[in-house]
């Protein structure tokens, strides 16, 4: 059995909006209601769902950028919500982070050298010469030369910055990177070029990928398992090609209709999404996607589904996932 290198169990985000008036009852945004999941070492697991639905606050809770309200984080069995910035500090060499805008995030005032080997603090006081060494070969790693130590930002192009924030990340060799939109902001042809290089990466150094995209060609490419999230819950998880050959929830059957694809074969009818979209601001019974769904009844209005197993390892949050695998199969 491989160990779990990531457990993220019942995460809770809410942030409070300032008062309207003086009396007002207070109000939040619910970025994050309750997320649940684990990936095992070696594996990339994907989460995906559309702009505003709690990815990216998932990524900063998980690598203990902002304070959680309750739920647990660990990381290769250690606890990391509730640490202090002290107590966190040797726990970051396991688990690191890349950034989606390979523009802002290296620092234009300082060298590739530096960049590169700013989270070697977190080892402690090492050599200079180790230092050096281990900059020189994990640039190699990522297809840079060890002589652009003394270059800046600014004298690389997107897909080159982004390798230079890859390897700050793998400089402490971390079992965990956390990878927040890393190739959106790239041509396509260098999208290829980052993808492929992460996947050479987990074969060479067995590092395991918690990877965020809106972009599901993306990530059935990289990931072995994903998580579909809606307004700050899973509605559906399981292994990539189970989820994407039936998917048992119809938010993740509309995203993967409108991946463009070969027409080949017979034809599906897309589902159509009816309503506007539920606000973050807003708690209400029933089925969060109650408003979209043109499945929806009265049931999902009265009760909120659960996230149950509806085949091996294949999990959904709704009270029609069998119609829905019933309708892949039958295409």
Not at 126 to 138: D, G, I, M, W
Not at 150 to 173: C, D, M, N, V
Not at 191 to 220: C, K, P, W
Not at 227 to 240: D, Q
Request: charge should be neutral; aromatic fraction near 6%.
């Amino acid at each position: 059995m491989s160990k779990t290198v990531l457990k993220v169990t019942d995460l809770v985000r809410h942030y409070p909006l300032p008062k309207e008036s003086l009396f007002a009852a207070p109000k939040f945004v619910y970025a994050l209601n309750g997320v649940s999941f684990e990936i095992k070492e070696g594996k990339s697991f994907g989460i995906v769902g559309e702009s505003g639905c709690g990815k990216s606050t998932l990524a900063r809770n998980v690598m203990a950028l902002e304070e959680t309200d309750s739920g647990s984080v660990q990381i290769l069995g250690e606890e990391v919500v509730g640490k202090s910035f002290n107590e966190l500090r040797p726990l970051r060499q396991h688990f690191q982070m890349v950034f989606q805008d390979p523009y802002g995030s290296l620092d234009p005032h300082h060298n590739v050298g530096r960049i590169v080997a700013e989270p070697l603090a977190a080892i402690g006081n090492l050599p200079k010469r180790e230092k050096e060494e281990r900059v020189a070969e994990v640039l190699s790693s990522v297809g840079l030369k060890p002589t652009d130590v003394g270059k800046y930002p600014h004298e690389f192009s997107g897909g080159q910055r982004q390798r230079i924030a890859i390897a700050r990340a793998l400089i402490t060799r971390p079992e965990l990177i956390v990878a927040d939109e890393p190739v959106s902001a790239l041509d396509v042809s260098v999208q290829a070029q980052v993808l492929n290089l992460l996947r050479d990466l987990q074969d060479s150094f067995g590092v395991t990928y918690m990877f965020i995209s809106h972009d599901l060609a993306v990530v059935e490419y990289l990931c072995d398992e994903v998580a579909v999230m809606y307004l700050g819950s899973i509605v559906e998880k399981g292994r990539t090609e189970d989820l994407f050959a039936a998917p048992a929830h119809p938010y993740t059957g509309i995203l993967l209709d409108a991946v463009p694809k070969p027409a080949a074969g017979k034809k599906r009818d897309r589902i159509r999404l009816s309503g506007s979209v539920t606000g973050q601001t807003e708690k209400r019974n029933g089925c969060a996607f109650q408003d979209r769904c043109p499945m929806v009844d009265d049931r999902c209005k009265r009760e909120t589904p659960m996230l149950k197993e509806v085949s091996p390892d294949h999990f959904a949050a709704c009270h029609f996932s069998k119609e829905m695998m019933a309708r892949a199969a039958s295409v």
